[in-house]
């Protein structure tokens, strides 16, 4: 499998499809590239689908802990974006969503379109000047509590019942939950990029001068913070289209991919 050092640390990719459009694709935090796996079968006729670990996670090397890890993966990503033909058809959930409208306002001649899967941009919401971002954090005390002692599995366990909605953390495979207690460090690391402070902050002023086709994509029974950030995307980006799943919740592209890849084949006409 493709693998070389970018943006100081050795990231590791996949290359799924035969299909002539070409798609970058941004994981969650504490998953990898595989996460995409159920969207492939849907889109592999018609797309070329890149897809890669993020710094700490799955295959590829550590954070590199002199620059953010927002920083750190949107680099890395850009640096694979310029390998292949560009510009693509970028898909980012979660965390990755972040990555992904970083990389379209830095660098827009590399983005044909955006998907934005329950992204946690949560300083559009801060921005905006609501409250929901306040009303999130109350109830996961209980997870970083569980993150400053050092108890990682049961801060993993929190954390999924927080976000994965339907998925029972107790029928995961036991490698899966040990991934989990690895790599769930990086919810903090990620979260001092989100809160409209810092040099990662993008505000929605500069996210407005995106004029790309984005859809947004959010799990009907999703967090109401997530929910506000797609109001406030929406509002802002002048070409964007929003869709809600039904029954689905934060992890919605493992739960759902047949219902996200039907929405992102209308998105690219195909």
């Known amino acids: 499998m493709p693998e070389a050092v970018l ?28 996460a ?16 890669f670990d993020m710094p700490g996670h799955g295959r590829s090397g550590l954070q590199d802990k002199s620059v953010s890890w927002q920083t750190q993966t949107t ?12 510009p693509a058809d970028l898909v980012g959930h979660s965390f990755g969503g972040t990555v992904a409208i970083r990389i379209a306002v830095e660098r827009p001649d590399l983005v044909r379109s955006l998907t934005l899967i329950d992204p ?12 929901e971002v306040d009303d999130h954090y109350g109830p996961h005390k209980e997870f970083y ?18 976000w994965d909605g339907d998925l029972d953390w107790d029928a995961l495979p036991a490698k899966q939950r040990a991934y989990q207690a690895e790599t769930v460090t990086m919810i903090r690391e990620g979260g001092k990029s989100l809160m409209a402070n810092g040099p ?34 929406a509002r802002v980006l002048p070409q964007a289209r929003r869709v809600v799943v039904a029954g689905a919740g934060h992890m919605v592209p493992i739960t759902h991919p047949r219902e996200v890849a039907s929405e992102i084949r209308r998105l690219y006409g195909i």
């Open 200 to 233: 990662d902050h993008i505000h929605l002023r500069e996210v407005a001068r995106i004029n790309v086709p984005v859809l947004l994509i959010e799990g009907e029974k999703t967090d109401q913070v997530i929910v506000a950030v797609q109001e406030e995307l």
């Open 7 to 34: 943006a100081g640390t050795r990231i590791y990719w996949r290359v799924d499809g035969t299909g002539a459009r070409d798609v970058f694709l941004i994981h969650c935090t504490m998953a990898h590239s595989g």
């Open 36 to 51: 995409w796996k159920g969207l492939f079968p849907y889109l592999a006729d018609d797309c070329r689908m890149v897809s």
């Open 75 to 86: 680099n890395a990503a850009i640096a694979l974006l310029e390998q292949g033909h560009a």
């Open 120 to 131: 946690v941009f949560f300083s559009a919401v801060i921005d905006a000047g609501r409250t």
């Open 145 to 162: 509590e569980l993150l400053d002692k050092g108890n990682f599995e049961a801060a993993a366990r929190a954390f999924s019942r927080l």
